[in-house]
């Protein structure tokens, strides 16, 4: 009997933290949970690591340099709810920047709000509280669905 391989696509997301909150974006224009709140992130390029592609989406969506010792990996999610491929989204804990975050990026995101770990936004992409709850409880790997 012959299996088929699972396809996957590789992306980044950066969990901004302070003071209990999060920092998340409103998607928009992309076919993919427009209208719902995530974390900064996307896709991993051919030419860059996880961290510099996390390091680079952050800069693009919200304007924040931060240097790479401050990006940590903190969780990975196997996504399995697409129905043609799956994803593997490493979400990176920024300890550490510099300014404040702004919407970069308004063909993409049409809002940036920090939001309490307790209490996200309604209308959220289903994976993030079940990413935020293992990174609460420091464990490495969440499955989804």
Known sequence: MSRALTAVALAVDILLIRDGRV?????????????FYAAPGGRVEMSEGLRAAAIRELEEETGLRVAPVD???????????????????HYFHVTQWAGEPKLCEPEKCDDMQ???LDALPEKTVPYLQQVLDAFQRKESYVEYP
């Open 114 to 116: 920090w939001f309490s």
């Open 23 to 35: 920092l998340l974006l409103r998607r928009k224009g992309s076919g993919y949970f427009d209208g």
């Open 71 to 89: 990006v940590q990996l903190a969780v990975t999610l196997y996504n399995r709810e697409e129905s043609t491929h799956g994803w593997i989204q």
